[in-house]
């Protein structure tokens, strides 16, 4: 019963002294606050989608500019604007290629 | 800009906006908070503080366990009592290296590990301060109350209440077990980008997930308000009253060891709030203001306190052994002999002499309950 205890105690001890070396910390970010001022759409290069159904506890449009993340009130009438304006921009990069492979 | 004309703006090409390019610039962005500060505090605590934490409560609490496993043949409520605490820390103590290692590593070891981590995480929190609650009430019986305690402390009342306890646990755990899920969260996925992106491994969470608005809101603030209720005020309120009671009784009591007794009941107490009193205010605080829009200097303050205060409130787990089990002399005496069997030489280096100045144990034959007490009450060991 103690040989077991020490083995035991053993691993635990390695395998949490060990953890620093190899691993790289995940970050999980979220946005808090949203922005109060609007942004230029050609600044915009993406978006992701924040839901509070996650960890994050509110609901966001994040939007990737060339300066870095925004985050967005998705109630807003420009934000969902935004948003619709590059889905159709993929969407038409999409039916375009589409036609060249044809 | 402003919000009051965006009406007017959105039909508006890009090609307008392209003057207002200049203005914004990188100060005006609010981005995701990155939690920097915590991230370099769990950067230590994780590991290293977390380390300590796991190998002086598994030696406490194992000792424990061995000691009352193979030496204690006749066992009172109270040895009862403490098993099952010893139980719920070791328990606990063996999932945190596993939620911290894979904190750190994505969730390496799957989905169903992160239910089961989070799940036995939870029921061992809700059973290890309810059974402390349950060792207060028991005190409170043998000392307050003697005249009753030999109907109330019997062993098998004993094991329906931790048989109790332990179900409780279980149950105020379900929703930990169903809500927390292993993914990768939709915000850290990019969405939609034009041009070629990096493509990064995929970073896993085992967070809340929850399938709508509604439950996703009550959830988020009744599970850490359960915890706050009846993982924190609920044993507190029954161990204040319950200890009040006991320093009362003993003070009036004509016992030489009535001040040893009183010290350790005031230090399980004292050491009860330090460990937990800081995290819940924290917890409190920051389920108060969850929906709340915040600067990302002060969810990084909290969230930092969050991590300070959580390690804090984890030492208790180190402390219980010995706060509980060891201050008893009749525990240490058990747990002697132990150390005489493995070790014959043993003895000659852990001489008694130098613990038994620190002993208290309570005879709570407090001359008023002569009846039946002297026995119920040799039992009882602080």
């Known amino acids: 019963m103690v040989s077991f205890n020490v083995t035991v105690m053993v691993i635990t001890f390695l395998t949490v002294c060990l953890l620093p070396t190899n691993t790289s910390a995940v970050y999980h970010e979220c946005c808090r606050r949203y922005m109060k001022i609007k942004i230029p759409f050609v600044a915009i290069k993406g978006y992701s989608v924040q ?44 039916v375009k290629t589409s036609k060249a492979h044809e | 800009m402003d919000f009051s004309d965006e009406d007017m703006t959105l039909n508006q090409s890009d090609s307008d906006f392209n003057y207002t390019y200049d203005y914004y610039d990188i100060n005006d962005l609010i981005g995701p908070c990155q939690y920097s500060n915590n991230h370099s505090v769990e950067q230590v605590v994780g590991p290293y503080i977390h380390t300590i934490i796991c190998i002086l409560g598994f030696v406490g609490n194992s000792l424990v366990i061995v000691t009352y496993a193979f030496y204690k043949r006749t066992k009172s409520m109270t040895d009862i009592y403490l098993l099952n605490v010893a139980i719920a820390d070791l328990l606990f103590v063996a999932a945190l290296p596993l939620i911290v290692y894979n904190e750190l590593t994505s969730w390496s070891m799957g989905s169903l590990a992160c239910k089961l981590l989070r799940g036995s995480y939870s029921v061992n929190l809700y059973s290890g301060m309810l059974l402390l609650a349950c060792i207060s009430a028991d005190r409170y019986i043998a000392i307050v109350q003697a005249r009753r305690s030999f109907r109330l402390r019997s062993l098998p009342y004993s094991r329906v209440i931790c048989t109790i306890v332990w179900a409780c646990a279980i149950l105020l755990s379900v929703p930990a077990f169903i809500y927390y899920n292993r993914y990768e969260p939709t915000h850290t996925k990019e969405a939609m980008m034009e041009g070629n992106q990096t493509s990064l491994p995929p970073q896993y969470v085992c967070e809340f ?31 204040i009253f319950c200890y009040t009671a006991v320093i009362v009784t003993l003070l009036r009591a004509r016992n030489f060891q009535r001040h040893k007794a009183v010290r350790v009941v005031l230090a399980v107490v004292v050491v009860f709030l330090i460990c937990h009193l800081p995290y819940n205010i924290t917890l409190f605080y920051d389920t108060l203001n969850l929906f709340e829009q915040h600067s990302c200097e002060l969810s990084d303050t909290v969230q930092t306190t969050k991590t300070v205060t959580q390690t804090i409130a984890y030492l208790h787990c180190c402390l219980n052994p010995v706060l509980y089990a060891f201050v008893g002399v009749k525990f240490r005496n058990h747990f002697r002999r132990i150390i005489q069997d493995l070790w014959c030489l043993g003895k000659r280096y852990i001489a008694p002499r130098r613990f038994s100045r620190a002993t208290t144990e309570i005879y709570v034959s407090t001359r008023r309950s002569v009846d039946g007490s002297s026995e119920n009450g040799s039992s009882f060991t602080m």
């Not at chain 2, 997930?209 to 309120?237: C, E, H, M, Y």
């Open chain 2, 209 to 239: 997930k929850f399938t709508d608005n509604s439950t996703a809101w009550r959830t988020k603030v009744a599970i850490p308000s359960t915890q706050l209720v009846i993982g924190f005020f609920l044993p507190l309120l029954i161990m």
């Open chain 1, 51 to 94: 839901t509070d159904i996650e960890l994050c506890p509110i609901n966001a449009i994040i939007f990737h500019t060339k300066k870095g993340k925004a985050c967005t009130d998705p109630s807003l009438n420009w934000v969902m604007d935004y948003v619709n304006r590059l889905r159709n921009k993929a969407q038409m990069v999409h």
